[in-house]
T-cell receptor
């Protein structure tokens, strides 16, 4: 059974710092990996999706990398801002099956201090 | 274009009561999903649907039933609520887009 782990559970950084969030998964046979953002009391918003054949994806100040062989992904946030404060979750799609089921990590709660 | 909407936003139930959570999407997505999110845990899939009239069990289906009579709607039912079903419930939809789009969630408290 695929398991997804995100460490640390919480992270606090000063504004302007570059930071890395980590995600690891136990079964390297994934189809893709997604990073989501969740604001308090809100639903999830997709940030980046990396296909299994890709090594990284970029969107603005965000860069996500994928190393399938080691079962790891990182989300790099450049020049962090207080508005980046949220919980970040990673999720893997475990197969090319028709349902596109995702397995989620428990998230990293990020606080960017002004 | 409202995306994915969920009704109600918050509900308090007594043990043994029943209720239905409604999810609606206006993106013409084929796939819809129901998740629950508990403190310190990621989202866990309850049930999902790959098209109108179809449903299937996810990781934690016990105590829940679902129906997808219309493509745009996905209903989650609790026949006899238990305190262990206190959670935040999220609906999502996808396909043909690979990305799953989430609703704002329903907070359920079972006393």
């Amino acid at each position: 059974k695929q398991e997804v782990t995100q460490i640390p559970a919480a992270l606090s950084v000063p504004e302007g710092e570059n930071l890395v969030l980590n995600c690891s998964f136990t079964d390297s046979a994934i189809y893709n990996l997604q990073w989501f953002r969740q604001d308090p009391g809100k639903g999830l918003t997709s940030l980046l999706l990396i296909q299994s054949s890709q090594r990284e994806q970029t969107s603005g100040r965000l860069n996500a990398s994928l190393d399938k062989s080691s079962g790891r992904s990182t989300l790099y946030i450049a020049a962090s801002q207080p508005g980046d404060s949220a919980t970040y979750l990673c999720a893997v799609r475990v197969s090319s099956g028709s349902a596109r089921q995702l397995t989620f990590g428990s998230g990293t709660q990020l606080t960017v201090l002004p | 274009n409202a995306g994915v909407t969920q009704t109600p936003k918050f509900r308090v139930l007594k043990t043994g009561q029943s209720m239905t959570l409604l999810c609606a999407q206006d993106m013409n997505h084929e796939y819809m999903y129901w998740y629950r999110q508990d403190p310190g845990m990621g989202l866990r899939l309850i049930h999902y649907s790959v098209g109108e009239g179809t449903t299937a069990k996810g990781e934690v289906p016990d105590g829940y039933n679902v129906s997808r009579l219309k493509k745009q709607n996905f209903l989650l039912g609790l026949e006899s609520a238990a305190p262990s079903q206190t959670s935040v419930y999220f609906c999502a939809s996808s396909y043909p887009s690979e990305t799953q789009y989430f609703g704002p969630g329903t907070r359920l408290l079972v006393l």
